[in-house]
């Protein structure tokens, strides 16, 4: 945990876009969306196995009910979120949040403290991968579903987790 550095450039622009307009939010998506694609086209091989999207998608509606937050309006987000939480649990054997750098992935996922949900999210409703949103925020959606087929159709062919 203390070498990992959020150099994320998902969620800092997504938080960095709260106090903007939804025009100027989207807009950011898009584009996050378009570089995404952009940079992993050689990285198809690293998709989560199906059965793996699916557990962290359920997991992720379950929490959040749990816990009383929602989804983005935008569901694009959640679902490359959910989709980054997939890769690294393939990858690590562990849903290591998807949103940060890390120097090493395999000792943060063994250490814990950024599995999702991280300990920021336990203790404060914290998650700054905009997946779990409190009411009060501005870019929360109304509700806490989001489907598989929505998953795969919002990522294809882009990866959800950090270089
Ligand atoms: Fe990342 Fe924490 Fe949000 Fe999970 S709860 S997506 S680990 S910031």
Not at 11 to 23: E, M, P
Not at 119 to 147: A, Q, Y
């Amino acid at each position: 945990m203390s070498g990992s550095v959020c150099s994320c450039s998902t969620v800092c622009t997504l938080k960095g876009v709260q106090r903007r307009s939804y025009a100027a939010f989207k807009s950011s998506i898009l584009s996050l969306r378009r570089n995404g694609r952009q940079s992993t086209a050689t990285r198809a091989s690293s998709d989560p196995d199906t059965k793996t999207l699916e557990t962290m998608r359920k997991f992720s509606e379950q929490y959040a009910r749990r816990t009383g937050t929602y989804f983005c309006v935008d569901k694009s987000v959640t679902a490359v979120v959910i989709k980054g939480l997939a890769e690294h649990k393939d990858e690590l054997g562990a849903p290591l949040c998807p949103c940060r750098h890390y120097d090493d992935k395999q000792l943060e996922a063994e250490q814990g403290f950024w599995n999702c949900p991280c300990v920021p999210m336990r203790e404060r409703k914290e998650c700054h991968c905009m997946l779990f949103l409190t009411e009060d925020n501005s870019f929360r959606g109304e509700d806490t579903t989001i489907s598989l087929e929505e998953v795969v159709e919002a990522t294809k062919g882009m990866s959800g987790v950090q270089p």
